[in-house]
DNA sequence: CAAGGATGTATCAAAATTGTATCAAAATGC
DNA sequence: GCATTTTGATACAATTTTGATACATCCTTG
C-alpha cells in the first residue's frame, strides 16, 4: 500500500486531494501544519508528500530541507502568483509541482510518474519486521540486510506474495524448481530450514503436517 | 552541449521557446511538423524534445511511439482544453507536459527537472570517496585522479547511477557492451574486478550471487 | 502410548558461480 | 611500423550454493 502524507492548511483543499487520492488506492495522511507534519515524519514512513509551501507554524522551505534529508519525493502546491517561490521549491529538492487552483485529473497524473520516478510502485513485500524488495532481490530484517541465495529469496517471494495462505508441498517445488515433486526429496525442507534460520521466523513459517508451509504472524 | 528539438507548428510559439531556451544555454533546433522531426531523429541525436501534439502531417502519438523508442525524453505541449490528451501523452511515455498558454520560467524548470533525471546536465556523481566527472571521463578517489580505461569508466558510471540498485548481469552487460550477455562469458566479471582493484572498491561493489553486483556503502 | 511416517537438523560433497592470474588479440598512439 | 594500452579469452583456484544422506525428533493415528 503506497502512503501520501498531505499538509496543506486549507481543509477544502485538503480534504479534495484525500477524497480523490485514496479513491485512487492510495492510503492518505492529512496534517495542517509544519509542526504536525514534522512529528509524524518522526515517527512513520511516506512514499510521498504533498505540501503546500503557504503554511502556518513551520516555514515550508525548513521543512522541505528535512523532507530531502528523508529522501521521500514531494510535490509542492503554491500558489498561482508566486513565481519564485515555484523555482525555489524545485531547487530545494522537490520532485514536481502544482499551481492551485489545479485539476484533479492532472494532480493524479503527477502523483504517479513521481511515484514511478522512484520505483514505489514496484513492489516491497512486507511481513511483519521483514521486507523484501523484489526488484534489487534484497532481504531486509529490521531494516538491516539478510543475505539469501537465489532459491532462498525465490521461495521468501513466494512465501510473502501468500501470506496466511498455505502452500502445497508440490506447488512450491512446481513453483520454484519447475518440476514435478519427487515424492522423497527432501530440498525443500532443507531451504524452508534455512529460511527460518537466517530470517528467524520460527513458527511464524508454519509447517502444515503432511501438507506444505504457511506464513502467518505468530498469535 | 545539449540540444533541444522544438516540434511546434506554430512559429509564434516555436520561436518563443527557441528564444527563451537558446538565452539559457541550450542549442536549439525547431521543426515544424511531424514528418521533419522523424526525419531528423533519424540523422542527428538530441536530448531533450519539445512536442506540440496537435501537429499537421503526422500524428503526434505517432511521433511518441518512435521517440520512446530512442528512449529520448519529451515535454509536451497540449491545448488547455483536452485534458485527455494530457493523460495519453504521460501514458505514451512523455517525461512531462505543459497546458498551453505557459509560462516561461515554468517550461525552462521543467526542461531542467528532466534533464536532470535524465542525468544529461553535467554532473559529478559521488560515492563515498569517490567522484566521477562524467563529461571529462575523470574518476577522482579522495581527490587524487584514478586511471581509468573507457570500458571500465562506463561500467563505474553505470554503477554509481544505481547506487544501491541491483544491476543484473544481463543488464550491465547490454548497456555497456550493446548485445546480449553470452551466457558463459567471463568479461564483466573481469572488469568488475579491474574496478574494485583500482578503486579499492572491497566489498562495496557487492556481488548478488547469480544476480549481478550492486554499488552501496558498506553497512 | 506406541508405531510409522513426516519433518527438523547437522554434515558433507557435487555442482555451479565467481575471483584471479596470465596471455594473446585488437586498438591506439607515436 | 613499433610500442603501449586496452580488451577479452582461457585456465585454474576459491567460494558459494545446492541437494543428498543420515539420523534425531515430532506428529498423527490406531
Redesign the interface.
Known amino acids: 500500500m503506497i502512503r501520501i502524507l498531505i499538509v496543506e492548511d486549507e481543509h477544502a483543499i485538503s480534504d479534495l486531494l484525500r477524497l480523490n487520492l485514496t479513491r485512487s488506492g492510495y492510503c492518505c495522511t492529512q496534517v495542517f501544519d509544519g509542526m504536525e507534519a514534522a512529528d509524524l515524519l518522526e515517527e512513520q514512513n511516506f512514499d510521498l508528500i504533498i505540501l503546500d509551501l503557504m503554511l502556518p507554524g513551520l516555514n515550508g522551505f525548513e521543512l522541505m530541507e528535512y523532507i530531502r534529508f528523508l529522501k521521500i519525493p514531494v510535490i509542492i502546491l503554491t500558489a498561482k502568483s508566486s513565481?519564485d517561490d515555484?523555482?525555489k521549491g524545485?531547487t530545494s529538492g522537490a520532485?514536481?509541482y502544482m499551481i492551485k487552483p489545479f485539476?484533479v485529473?492532472?494532480l493524479l497524473?503527477r502523483v504517479?510518474?513521481v511515484l514511478r520516478?522512484y520505483h514505489k510502485e514496484k513492489c516491497v513485500l512486507k511481513f511483519g519486521d521483514l521486507s523484501v524488495d523484489v526488484?534489487?532481490?534484497?532481504a531486509l530484517k529490521q531494516g538491516?540486510?539478510v543475505d539469501l541465495?537465489?532459491k532462498e529469496f525465490e521461495l521468501l517471494v513466494l512465501l510473502m506474495r501468500n501470506q496466511n495462505i498455505t502452500l502445497f508441498r508440490e506447488k512450491i517445488y512446481e513453483e520454484i524448481w519447475g518440476v514435478e515433486y519427487p515424492a522423497e526429496s527432501r530440498t525443500l525442507d532443507l531451504h524452508i530450514q534455512r529460511l527460518r534460520k537466517k530470517l528467524d521466523l520460527g513458527d511464524r513459517l508454519k509447517t502444515i503436517f503432511k501438507v506444505g508451509y504457511r506464513l502467518e504472524e505468530a498469535s
Open positions: 513565481l515555484r523555482m524545485l520532485e514536481d485539476e485529473v492532472e497524473a504517479q510518474i520516478r526488484e534489487n532481490q534484497k538491516k540486510e541465495t537465489p
